[in-house]
């Protein structure tokens, strides 16, 4: 058992006492024991929780009824009544069982990882959206648990119009709970629908989204590209609620610019299934910018973890570009030499100093031009006034001036060509596909 020591909190503001619990299983790859603890003493601190001690154990099997061995339980159960904790925070999921067994024996309450983390997303989330998913995770991780949770409510009791008759208070609570339950599936498909037509109308932008894992990095980002002020601070999850920013500046064409809610490693799966619809932004956008950081003592299983939550998500396959933030943490220069050969197209940066950021807008525009299609168009003298009108569909990327009108070079979003095919009022050509350009309809 390790203890835990700091700068004492003032009695007013005194964060509540926790015990955290780590275990390394047989054949567990990813996050380290040591490394997921240190995440999970973020998150209970994020959490306001005071981590007052450390318990760990190497398992070769889970105990069905208490998850931990006899011995551990017992050492576990002196640092609680040495340390009065207001609660013991697991590093794993708990089953309902487990739970209730270890709230008996300890005499306080017992939770895990995912209970924890939907505690932070209650605490910030903001708008109706995230509010309505948020309490949607809770109530469905909860329902299971309502005996472990709230032993107490077990007794009988009568109600006309309340329970059925001999209906316990728990199978009263499992009814309301479900009927919330559905009420609040209901009102995120509503929700849905309105984010869908606000989404049509912003259709024919180029939509990139950040997304990472949390505090890697990405609000600082989405500052020093759209000035947007997010919220940027040193702690976990410090932004929940997606914003969107329209951006011209610097760019040659106008993006639309999101800035997603942290994924991390162990996210509890109903709070990824109730995030889907805020989580749009990343499956709707043209190009994912992967955010990484590249101080991170675990970079790499922070990667695998991103990756494999973004395929659970639909977007594993989506056009995007590596970015390696926090550079200016380096001082070993051969780590990030050695990472640049790793990773030849990504790009490195620091948001704190603002270097390499002419560089990702150099990145996403040469990845946007790659989504273009090339188009050839002659236009003679008396239509030149269409010019103005094409560049509002197409970029330009060459005019030859010849004795009988202009011959223009285009790049063409592909949601762009119908627009561009009725200024036109022409049939055009991929460039190279005909042995000449084929003229304007209107040509004479």
Known sequence: MKLKSGTPIPSQSRARGAILVGVQLPGAKGYPMDLSLEELDGLATTGNYSPVATVTQKLDTIYPKTFLGKGKIEELREAVDLHQPDAVIFDENLSPGQNRNLEKIFGCRVFDRSWLIL??????????EAKTQVELARLKYALPRLTGMWGHLSRQRGGIGMRDVGETQIQLDRRLIRNEIYKLEKKLKLLDKEKITQRKGRSRLYQVALVGYTNVGKSSLMNLLTEAE????????ATLDPTTRRVKKNFPFPILLSDTVGLINKLPHDLVASFKSTLDEAREADLLIKVNDLSHPNLKNQMVATDKLLSE??????????????????????????????????VFLSCKEGEGIDDLR???????????????????????????????????????????????DLKVDPRERKKLDRVLNASVTLAGEAPGPVKNRNHR
């Open 119 to 128: 505690e932070i997303f209650n605490d910030h989330a903001r708008t109706r």
């Open 230 to 237: 997010t919220l940027v601070e040193n702690k976990l999850f």
């Open 313 to 346: 998500l639909g977007v594993a396959d989506s056009d995007s570009i590596a970015v390696f933030n926090k550079i200016d943490a380096i001082e070993d220069s051969s780590i990030l030499e050695d990472m640049q050969r790793q990773h030849p197209d990504a």
């Open 362 to 408: 150099a990145a996403v525009v040469r990845s946007y031009e790659k989504s273009l299609t090339a188009l050839r168009v002659e236009l003679n003298h008396a239509q030149s006034g269409l010019l103005h009108a094409i560049q509002k569909h197409a970029m330009v990327v060459n005019s030859d001036y010849h004795a009988d009108g202009v011959t223009l």
